[in-house]
């Protein structure tokens, strides 16, 4: 019996949202206490730059998840599983789109503009405000620390379904070696 399988698009965009999540916080970590210099700034456009592009995956993932109906998670599954495989998607889903968007604010509130690959200028989100940026920098980090918490107990997770319980739930997410298994 084969199991239903996420659509090739939506596994495209998981894992590349999973390469930019990950890159974004060892960035975060590393470019945060390097002292001010050139170097730093241009770590920080690229940075942002990053933080969009996960805003705008993060918008396609859901427009797509809206069109595209997930597969069902495996009956053999526990009911008390399945309740904190669907807590654990939503909140995963909840921060996707917290993280950047408390960035976007902190940059506003600062009155760092964000400039997308350099090019194209964004607007602010809120009026310039030094104290407000300030406490906007703590949400943000916080909610990436909370975020990557999370992401790591989805991996662990998959790995248990994947090499424990054996039930096929990560495959579900894996390119498959048969490209007619991929709807």
Do not use: C
């Amino acid at each position: 019996m084969t199991m239903p399988r996420y659509t090739r698009t939506a596994m495209l965009l998981h894992w590349l949202m999973a390469v930019f999540i990950l890159g974004l916080f060892g960035l975060g970590i590393y470019m945060a206490d390097l002292p001010l210099s050139p170097q730093k700034l241009k770590l920080y456009s690229y940075h942002k730059w990053a933080g969009i592009a996960v805003l705008t995956l993060a918008l396609l993932r859901v427009l797509w998840r809206i069109v595209h109906k997930p597969p069902p998670l495996p009956a053999s599954q526990a009911h008390w599983q399945q309740l904190a495989a669907h807590a654990g998607h939503g909140l995963l889903y909840v921060l996707i789109f917290a993280a950047p968007l408390s960035g976007w604010l902190m940059s506003s509130a600062l009155g760092f503009p964000v400039v997308w690959f350099g090019v194209l200028p964004l607007p602010d989100l809120i009026a310039k405000n030094k104290e407000l940026g300030e406490l906007l920098k703590l949400v943000h980090e916080y909610l990436n620390f909370a975020f990557l918490a999370v992401v790591i107990g989805h991996a662990l997770a998959a790995v248990k379904h994947q090499w424990l319980d054996r039930d096929g739930t990560l495959n579900r997410m894996l390119p498959a070696s048969h490209p007619e298994e991929n709807r």
